[in-house]
């Protein structure tokens, strides 16, 4: 792995977490992500299941975990499957882990061959009063893929219809949304990968480079720095292509005049950061395009100082909405009569500002959590306020990563040039 090695003791705390959900007489069993194909013999990149390896450390495929806290046999109370290795594999692909590597990225000392799982599943099952299996339970999932997770309930039902089965689901989301403190290391490593990244663009950037050449240059500088790369689909998008929120064809140029905003952000040990910047191309802001980006700014800083303990994220973002409903009428975009004759099921702001401010951060870019439940230290936020102006072709988004603590939050990119003019500054540095 380019990263470096996680101490085992956050597998073995995840664990342990997770048991004290559990109901008694309880096996849980969850498997790593497949390997998916392209065309011909091609397959994408291999990406572990966040589940499996908030509890494992495994970062390959062909992997199961079963977990037993109450099994009268104390070696059968955590086992791990790996893939067994050969000489072809090996020749063809590298070395999978051994016994003992499993052992050391895990915690778990009982390790057996993915081969072997049948057998040791029939010894272990009929000792359980419950088994909860794994599904995608994200409330934005709409994937057509059938997972290993899904292949393998289909086959337990079949196979063990008389068990009593529970979701894992709700449980992971709960222990996953509040980070142990080596998780928020991890996470500030990719803050500060994404950070080089960025002031790398600053020195970069000038009128006439294309999308694409910046998009090069961030996966160039994450990667030296022994991330995989994106933590996501990176979007580039100058000009009016800022207003698509979503934009990821990165292929056009950057305009003298034209603000470029920057969604991009690097991966470190399958934990993400989530960088938003605009920038102007030119290394200086028009007078209106300053006016929105401060709006936007001033949005930003009071946004931050309201993810707190206790708060939640309906009343979170209520409360953004009004700040931006302030800065929008303030910018000219906004008057009383729009927001007089407004559906409050959409406000009238929602036309510059129509998505949210904050998500769930961690091993999922949009991590797991019950947006219900109230803000507790440990958790990871975004904050990302911005306008889309497209009658002018302008669209400004700010974001960063914090860290709720019960003094308040901690931005994990605090040192992530935000500032109109010291963005400048660094830009015209090149000079």
């Known amino acids: 792995m380019r990263y470096s090695p996680i101490d085992p003791q956050l597998f073995k705390n995840n664990r342990q977490r997770l048991y004290t959900l559990l109901k008694p007489k309880a096996l849980a069993i969850l498997q790593a992500n497949d390997v998916l194909p392209t065309n011909a013999d091609g397959s994408m990149p291999f990406k572990q299941n966040a589940d499996f390896f908030h509890l494992t450390g495994v970062d390959q495929e062909e992997s199961i975990v079963l977990l037993f806290p109450d099994h009268p046999n104390p070696k059968y109370r955590e086992v791990l499957f790996l893939r067994e290795t050969n000489e072809t594999i090996a020749v063809w692909e590298g070395e999978k882990l051994s016994k003992a590597q499993g052992t050391a990225v895990s915690g778990i000392h009982t390790i057996f061959w993915t081969h072997q799982f049948d057998r ?25 893929t059938q997972t290993r997770d899904a292949r393998f309930i289909d086959s337990f039902k079949r196979q063990f219809p008389l068990h009593h089965l529970e979701r894992i689901a709700p449980l992971m989301h709960m222990i996953r949304s509040v980070k142990h403190p080596i998780e928020v290391n991890l996470l500030q490593k990719a803050c500060n990968i994404t950070r080089q990244g ?29 991330s995989k790369g994106f933590a996501y689909q990176p979007i580039i998008a100058s000009g009016a292509n800022a207003c698509v929120l979503h934009y990821i064809q990165n292929d056009q140029p950057c305009k003298d005049g034209d603000v470029i905003l920057l969604d991009v952000a690097a991966e470190y040990a399958n934990y993400n950061s989530d960088l938003s910047r605009s920038i102007p191309a030119n290394g200086r802001f028009t007078p209106r395009q300053r006016a929105v980006y401060d709006a936007v700014l001033r949005v930003f800083k009071a946004a931050k100082g309201m993810l707190v303990v206790g708060n939640t994220l309906d009343a979170y973002h209520q409360e953004v909405g009004q700040l ?45 959590g019950n947006k219900y439940q109230p803000f507790t230290p440990g958790m990871v936020f975004t904050c990302e306020p911005g306008i889309y102006i497209r009658e002018e072709g302008l669209g400004i988004r700010l974001e960063n990563n914090l860290l709720i603590t019960e003094q308040g939050a901690i931005d994990l990119m605090a040192d992530i040039p935000i500032e109109a003019e010291e963005i400048e500054d660094l830009m015209n540095q090149r000079a």
């Open 120 to 144: 040791i599943l029939s010894d272990l099952v009929f000792e359980a009063q419950y088994v909860y299996l794994n599904t995608n339970e994200h409330t934005r999932n709409d994937s057509a």
């Open 324 to 368: 931006m409903q302030s800065e929008l009428k303030g910018l000219g975009l906004l008057n009383d009569q729009d927001i007089a004759r407004q559906d409050p099921d959409w406000p009238a702001y929602k036309k510059y500002f129509p998505h949210g401010t904050s998500h769930f951060l961690g091993l999922d870019v949009h991590d797991v």
């Open 198 to 226: 960025f002031e790398r663009v600053l020195s970069f950037v000038k009128p006439g480079v294309q999308e694409f050449e910046i998009e090069a240059e961030l996966l160039h500088e994450f990667v030296r720095n022994r």
